[in-house]
T-cell receptor, first 113, second 114 residues
Framework: DGGITQSPKYLFRKEGQNVTLSCEQN?????MYWYRQDPGQGLRLIYY???????QKGDIAEGYSVSREKKESFPLTVTSAQKNPTAFYLCASSDRGQTDTQYFGPGTRLTVL | AQSVTQLDSHVSVSEGTPVLLRCNYSSSYSPSLFWYVQHPNKGLQLLLK??????LVKGINGFEAEFKKSETSFHLTKPSAHMSDAAEYFC????????????FGAGTRLTVKP
């Protein structure tokens, strides 16, 4: 089964703690992305990576960090510096670049208490 | 810069009646345009994609969209709504000449009444 997996589906953390969200794809896609979704606002790009060991900031990168050590994995860390971390986080991948069709994972809903 | 505007935040239709979800875009170059659907607490699923081929694009689940350059629109339609179509729909514009710019609309929530 090819696709994108995100874990966990629901995540609760105390304020001030860092938390890492997992994203794995077995589509052999070069590019991967992290988006944040808030009610009524559509999706906003946090970080993207077009190749292993390289990544770029998106529109709202402050308070987040990523790594891309393997082609199939693109974990996102939500740090304590992120002012409003409670949101729905979506990971996506595409074959050759950001203008290609992006395929999305099921998402992780993070709630910071 | 490119952008997309979904003209209705919420659309309500009765089962069996037509669906129209409106999207206008702004792009300096030749855009790619997408429609995605999202069911509650799920990821986004691609419905259809336009990339400068035929202006009428057919997608999954009976949806289609027409690219109208003169009106800068890419409205999504379906002849007959089904209860399972109730979801959030996102229009997305991507510029083929830019390396990292894909813009999402704010979404339209479709409600289907029995």
């Amino acid at each position: 089964d090819g696709g994108i997996t995100q874990s966990p589906k629901y995540l609760f953390r105390k304020e001030g703690q860092n938390v890492t969200l997992s994203c794995e794809q077995n589509l052999n896609h070069d590019a991967m992305y992290w988006y944040r979704q808030d009610p009524g606002q559509g999706l906003r790009l946090i970080y993207y990576s077009q190749i292993v060991n390289d990544f770029q900031k998106g529109d709202i990168a402050e308070g987040y960090s990523v790594s891309r050590e393997k082609k199939e994995s693109f974990p996102l860390t939500v740090t304590s510096a992120q002012k409003n971390p409670t949101a729905f986080y979506l990971c996506a991948s595409s074959d050759r670049g950001q203008t290609d069709t992006q395929y999305f994972g099921p998402g992780t809903r993070l709630t910071v208490l | 810069a490119q952008s997309v505007t979904q003209l209705d935040s919420h659309v309500s239709v009765s089962e069996g009646t037509p669906v129209l979800l409106r999207c206008n875009y702004s792009s300096s170059y030749s855009p790619s345009l997408f429609w995605y659907v999202q069911h509650p607490n799920k990821g986004l699923q691609l419905l259809l994609k336009y990339t400068s081929a035929a202006t009428l694009v057919k997608g999954i689940n009976g949806f289609e969209a027409e690219f109208k350059k003169s009106e800068t629109s890419f409205h999504l339609t379906k002849p007959s709504a089904h209860m399972s179509d109730a979801a959030e729909y996102f229009c997305v514009v991507s510029d083929l000449t830019l390396s990292n710019d894909m813009r999402f609309g704010a979404g339209t929530r479709l409600t289907v009444k029995p």
